[in-house]
């Protein structure tokens, strides 16, 4: 069973930065193309960005040069470095984890990330 554990949300004001951190355990890290979702209060959910197991990146339009996602094999971290953060960034993101022989999804709890004016 797959467990993720994001860290690093917070309050931040307009332009600013924030690196969203997420643990792996459980499975084999590199079966896994790993993603970060977010949900703005009363909007659906949607992918922010997600990264292959060879690093192969993918990045809604709106977080295009803004937003990079990485991944450590060695500590089975993924990170979302946000820069020139926006007020509408603000949402609860969550890390994914979807499997590539079964594609079955996995969520953790997430974070919330708050930015003001």
């Known amino acids: 069973q797959v467990q993720l554990a994001e860290s690093g949300g917070g309050l931040v004001q307009a332009g600013g930065s924030l690196r969203l951190s997420c643990a792996f355990y459980g499975r084999t890290f590199s079966e896994f193309i790993m993603g970060w979702s977010r949900q703005a209060p009363g909007k659906e959910r949607e992918l922010v960005a997600r990264?292959?197991?060879?690093?192969?990146?993918a990045y809604e339009d709106s977080v295009k040069g803004r937003f990079t996602v990485s991944r450590d094999h060695a500590r089975n971290m993924v990170y979302l470095q946000m820069n020139s953060l926006k007020t509408e960034d603000t949402a609860v993101y969550y890390c994914?984890?979807?499997?590539?022989?079964?594609?079955?999804?996995?969520w953790g709890e997430g974070t919330l990330v708050t930015v003001s004016s």
């Open positions: 994914t984890a979807t499997s590539l022989s079964s594609s079955m999804e996995y």
């Open positions: 990264i292959t197991p060879g690093s192969s990146t």
